[in-house]
């Protein structure tokens, strides 16, 4: 059984920047691919951006693009997000998730494709 619990969120201006961090326990997570979603207020899960198991390939979603990396760390069972350049409309609660079998890059930004949920952390971004 795995968990997951993400850290990191908080109140920022437009502009500035976070770091979300995701830790896993409970088992291994360095063969599973990662993402993080996001939700906000009334609307759908959103994908953010995803890596595979090796840290070699990534995707995100378009609108963070250039803006978030993704990275993960196997030996501290730790995946992050470091977000840069805020803008309100990037106010929501980010979750990490776990995938535990890889189908195609395109399932990685699908939320029902992953088997693992966190907690979620809020991110609120002032104007």
């Known amino acids: 059984q795995v968990q997951l619990v993400e850290s990191g969120g908080g109140l920022v201006q437009a502009g500035g920047s976070l770091r979300l961090s995701c830790v896993a326990s409970?088992?291994?997570?360095?063969?599973?691919?990662m993402g993080w979603f996001r939700q906000a207020p009334g609307k759908e899960r959103e994908f953010v951006a995803a890596?595979?198991?090796?840290?070699?390939?990534?995707y995100y979603g378009d609108s963070m693009k250039g803006r978030f990396t993704i990275s993960r760390a196997n030996a501290k069972n730790t995946v992050s997000l470091q977000m840069n350049s805020l803008k309100p409309e990037d106010t929501a609660v980010y979750y990490c998730?776990?995938?535990?079998?890889?189908?195609?890059?395109?399932?990685?930004?699908?939320?029902?494709?992953?088997?693992?949920w966190g907690q979620g952390t809020q991110v609120t971004v002032s104007s």
């Open positions: 890596i595979s198991w090796s840290g070699g390939s990534t």
């Open positions: 409970g088992r291994s997570f360095s063969s599973y691919g």
């Open positions: 998730a776990l995938k535990f079998v890889f189908t195609t890059a395109q399932a990685m930004g699908v939320p029902k494709f992953y088997d693992v």
